[in-house]
Structure formats: structure tokens, C-alpha cells
């Protein structure tokens, strides 16, 4: 993301960023959970520093995930809780890719219990056959913008487009229909899980985490220590070309193999998918020998 | 209808591709010498590209495709409400019935609290418009909220590095 706010002379004044909750890179000698809370201790702090009556509300993904799965410790929600609640802050959750689905639940928020006062959705919602996204508004909220807001100043020529909102009816039809959810929770999830932790035990492996269906690999070149390759993002590109080249499309974030596939996936494809993704690895590693970076 | 409606050969489009089409997040100068893959077909979770090689798509598109590619039943529902009303705004006290159900039903699906629906056509337009509709209940009642901002808009913090809509905004 640095090299987009580069780019884009971001941040625009008004914004302001705290660290993320990513034990793998940056939680140095602490536990995941010791490092949840230090992370989540980074927004009372900024807070304090800003000034309570200064600031509007924290925005967050439940998981973040173009920034490359990352999955907070189980400490950092509840703190986060804690101190927008001590200070009555409002809380959005970016929920465009947890959304409709792919954490096991219709909401990332009540998989982490959370209860944000807006929360944002798009993708899932018409599963990518047309485009539209929304904001989800909590009660509380919408009341003040019914009662006291006056008018709303801002909306989309394609808000609530017809043929997209059909688009969306007939996706979350099939999704309750075929009980697609449940089939990510009680079938998908779990499998995914086991074979990430099968992922692990692959030398090039340091991490390898899901929640849902989500997951991430951390390719790194020996597993104590979380060390990362000299020329860091390489290794992930050339893996992701490698599993393009072996027939499954993964992302690479810097060093981080990314895979989040349709929640209809079956068992049988689930299987294909890791044994391909063993095979992608060992080419990775195969590679990188030869070329005398490992 | 042949199983690839696509019957242009691979280095063609390639090369039409590189001459016409910036594509987004991309060093465009190594991708022209490398050539796109072109993808021609979806059925659930494979993709078939130009060249006729099935790859499974790993990341459901980009993080969005949850039932998979290739239903049917979604062409047919867009198709028939294009016959019906393809576009009208909803900007003119004006509304229609597939943005009316499809409301109830998100309202539905969602936990309790959350009842209203505000549309965009992405992710991104959903994270611009989350600091007016926060800033505003922020900003403007005294009823719900225990004091208020010194500035009407106050300062969205947001986690670092979390994807781009939320920066963007």
C-alpha cells in the first residue's frame, strides 16, 4: 500500500493510519496475542494523540485482504471494541471481501462479534456478475440520518442499479437456496484448514494461516525466525507465475501465496487444489536453487 | 453456440490488447512484452483461457465470485429485468422493484441492527461513501451520541497498509 499512497500523494489530510495487526512481519519477539492487543493499543494511543473530539471513526477490515490475509490475533478485536467503546467512537468494517460468505458467516462482523455502525459490502453480493457494492447502516446511525441528517448530499448514478440489484437477488437466491454458507463452514472451511496446515511443513514454508476460506502462505527462505528473502516480493512473484503455469491462478503479496477460491468449491477440488499448490511449491523451490537464491 | 466463442487466435489478441487496453495495477511496459493470458470462459471454479488450458480459479476472480462462474439463472434474471427496466435512477424520489427486494432480502440476511441499505457499484465507492454517512450521524446529533467533533467531518483512523478503498477514502 506504500507504494499507492506514493503514487497517489496519499494520505489526504483528515486520515490518519495506524499499524496493522501483522504478527508474522511485525510482532518481533511477542506473542500473537501480546501483539494483538500492542496493535490494537496503536488506535487508543492515536486517539489520545488526535484528540477524542476530533475523531469521526475507525475503519477496518475484519481481516485485511489485499493487504495479504492478514488475520489478527484473536486480541486485537476485542480491544479494538473496548476502545472505541470507552470512547464512543464510531467503528466501519470494510466487509467487501468477508462479506456474503467467505468467513463461514453472511458477515465477517459477527464472526469476530463486532457491530460496526456502517459497514461496507460489494463482491459477494452479486458474486461478480455485475458490479454493485453498498453500504450497510446500522440502526443507530440510520435513525440520526432519518430524524436530524436533513439532506444526504451524495450518492451514484448507478446506485441501486436495476438490472445489478437483479443480478444480486438471483446470486443470494442460489447462495440461500444451496446453502452455500453452511457448505463453506461445515464442509470447505475445515478442509482448507487442514490443508494449510499440511502447507506448513514444506521447507519454504514459515506460516501458513486461514480463517474461512481464506488463506495465506509465508514463503520464506528457513521457518525459525521469520526471516524473509533478501529481495523481498520476488519470491512471491515467481511463485505466482509458477502456479499460473501449473494450472491455479494464486496471488502473491510481497512474499505472501494468497488463496481465496469460489465458495462452492468441492472437496474433490479442494483436494486438487492442495496437491497443486505442493507442486507449486516444490517448483518454487526448484527454482530458486537453480537461480542460487536458496 | 461453439464451446469458446472466442476463436481469435492467442498472439492476435495479445497484440490488440497491448495496442488499446491500460490495464489497472500493472507496469504496462513489461506486460505488453509478456502478453496478457486471455481468459475466454468461466464454469464454477475453472477458467479456460485462448489456448484452451483450464485453470482453477484460486481466487474466486478478485475475492468476488462465490457461487462461481457461469450460472445460468444470473444471466437469465439480468436478462429478463433488461427487458423490463434497465436503467432508472434512484435519485428522483424515484425507486424500483428489484433494488426494493433485493433491500429486504440484504436486510434480511443481515444481523439485527443493520435494516437500511445504501447502494454504490463497488468497494471502493462503498469506502468513499462510509466518511459521509459516519460524519454526518457524527456531526449532527446530540441526542445519540455523547458529545460531538470539533470539526463536523472529524478524522477517520484506519488501520495501516488495509486495502485501498479504505485509504482511498
Redesign the interface.
Known amino acids: 500500500m506504500k507504494a499507492m499512497h506514493a503514487q497517489g500523494d496519499l494520505p489526504i489530510p483528515g486520515i490518519h493510519h495506524i499499524d496493522q495487526p501483522y504478527w508474522f512481519d511485525e510482532g518481533g519477539d511477542l506473542s500473537p496475542e501480546d501483539f494483538g492487543l500492542a496493535t490494537a493499543r496503536k488506535l487508543e494511543e492515536a486517539i489520545d494523540q488526535i484528540g477524542e473530539d476530533k475523531v469521526a471513526a475507525f475503519m477496518a477490515e475484519p481481516i485485511q485482504g489485499a493487504g495479504g490475509v492478514i488475520i489478527p490475533p484473536e486480541s486485537y478485536w476485542p480491544e479494538i471494541k473496548r476502545i472505541l467503546a470507552e470512547r464512543d467512537i464510531l467503528l466501519v468494517a470494510d466487509e467487501v471481501i468477508s462479506g456474503f460468505g467467505r468467513l463461514g458467516e453472511w458477515f465477517g462482523s459477527t464472526v469476530y462479534d463486532i457491530e460496526p455502525d456502517l459497514i461496507a459490502v460489494a463482491k459477494g453480493m452479486t458474486s461478480g456478475y455485475l458490479p454493485m457494492g453498498g453500504v450497510l447502516v446500522h440502526d443507530r446511525v440510520a435513525d440520526v440520518l432519518q430524524h436530524e441528517g436533513g439532506e444526504f448530499f451524495h450518492g451514484y448514478t448507478y446506485s441501486g442499479h436495476p438490472a445489478c440489484a437483479a443480478a444480486a437477488i438471483a446470486n443470494l437466491q442460489i447462495m440461500q437456496e444451496e446453502g452455500v454458507v453452511e457448505h463453506v463452514r461445515d464442509v470447505a472451511a475445515p478442509r482448507f484448514a487442514d490443508m494449510f496446515a499440511s502447507f506448513a511443513d514444506h521447507p519454504l514454508v514459515g506460516e501458513a494461516r486461514t480463517k474461512g476460506l481464506l488463506g495465506a502462505i509465508e514463503l520464506v527462505p528457513s521457518k525459525p525466525g521469520r526471516e524473509r528473502f533478501a529481495d523481498y516480493g520476488a519470491v512471491g512473484t515467481l511463485c505466482r507465475d509458477i502456479a499460473f503455469e501449473t494450472g491455479l491462478v494464486m496471488r502473491a503479496v510481497r512474499d505472501s501465496m494468497i488463496l481465496s477460491p469460489p465458495l462452492v468449491i468441492t472437496p474433490d477440488e479442494l483436494e486438487w487444489m492442495g496437491s497443486t499448490v505442493g507442486k507449486v511449491l516444490d517448483k518454487t523451490g526448484a527454482e530458486l536453487k537453480r537461480r542460487g537464491l536458496w | 453456440m461453439s464451446e469458446l466463442s472466442n476463436q481469435h487466435p492467442t498472439d492476435a489478441l495479445q497484440a490488440l490488447d497491448a495496442s488499446h487496453h491500460l490495464h489497472p495495477f500493472t507496469d504496462h511496459g513489461s506486460l505488453r512484452q509478456e502478453g496478457s493470458?486471455v481468459i475466454v470462459k468461466g464454469e464454477?471454479?475453472w477458467?479456460t483461457d485462448s489456448d484452451g488450458?483450464?485453470?482453477?480459479?484460486?481466487?474466486?476472480?478478485?475475492?468476488?465470485?462465490?457461487?462461481?462462474?457461469g450460472?445460468g439463472?444470473?444471466?437469465?434474471?439480468?436478462a429478463?429485468?433488461?427487458r423490463e427496466?434497465?436503467?432508472?435512477?434512484?435519485?428522483f424520489k424515484t425507486?424500483?422493484p428489484?433494488?426494493i427486494?433485493?433491500s429486504e432480502?440484504?436486510a434480511k440476511?443481515?444481523?439485527e441492527?443493520?435494516?437500511?441499505?445504501?447502494?454504490?457499484?463497488?468497494?471502493s465507492?462503498?469506502?468513499d461513501?462510509?466518511?459521509?454517512?459516519?460524519?454526518?450521524?457524527?456531526g449532527?446529533?446530540k441526542?445519540?451520541?455523547?458529545?460531538?467533533?470539533?470539526?463536523p467531518?472529524?478524522?477517520?483512523?484506519?488501520?495501516?497498509?488495509?486495502?485501498?478503498?479504505?485509504?482511498?477514502?
Do not use: C, K
Open positions: 493470458r464454477g471454479v477458467l488450458n483450464r485453470i482453477m480459479d484460486g481466487m474466486a476472480g478478485l475475492w468476488n465470485v462465490q457461487i462461481g462462474h450460472r439463472e444470473i444471466a437469465d434474471a439480468v429478463a429485468q433488461m427496466l434497465s436503467y432508472y435512477n434512484t435519485f425507486t424500483h428489484p433494488v427486494a433485493l432480502m440484504i440476511l443481515a444481523p441492527p443493520y435494516n437500511q441499505m445504501f447502494y454504490v457499484s463497488s468497494g465507492e462503498a469506502n461513501t462510509d466518511p459521509a454517512a459516519g460524519a454526518l450521524p457524527i449532527t446529533s441526542a445519540s451520541r455523547r458529545r460531538r467533533p470539533s470539526s467531518a472529524g478524522t477517520p483512523i484506519t488501520a495501516r497498509r488495509s486495502p485501498a478503498p479504505v485509504l482511498a477514502a
